[in-house]
């Protein structure tokens, strides 16, 4: 048993939505490939994909799979998957979230920016 106290230090994450009307969170969340992320904090309002063995990847444009935005930030360490919720559709503040064209494409109209 390890008796030695360990502190961690927290950030908090800003405000990315704009309103929580019409907001709807996937179940269960997903899981972030941590091979595919650099170590450290993954923020919220990352897009992300899903790739052919459920894993979560970073977005990219030519992606085909279906796409979330992660709800919150999570720290990803090496070695290790990380789990954290997503949003199933949302209004997100256009000046706290980047989400290009190709993303809202490819999210078929889940994903609105105000």
């Given at each position: ?45 990352t897009p992300v ?16 799979g279906i796409v ?15 789990i954290v919720g ?29």
């Open positions: 048993m390890n008796l030695k106290p360990r502190t961690d230090s927290i950030t908090v994450q800003n405000e990315i939505l704009k309103t929580t009307q019409g907001l709807i969170f996937k179940v269960g969340g997903i899981t972030l490939d941590g091979s595919l992320f650099t170590p450290g904090i993954v923020k919220a309002g994909s899903i790739k052919v063995d459920g894993l979560a990847k970073p977005f990219a444009d030519t992606d085909t979330y935005v992660t709800t919150h930030d999570v720290e990803v360490v090496s070695g290790s998957n990380a997503a949003f199933e559709e949302a209004y997100f503040n256009k000046d706290k979230v980047t989400l290009s064209a190709a993303f809202i494409t490819a999210a078929e109209g889940r994903y609105k920016l105000r």
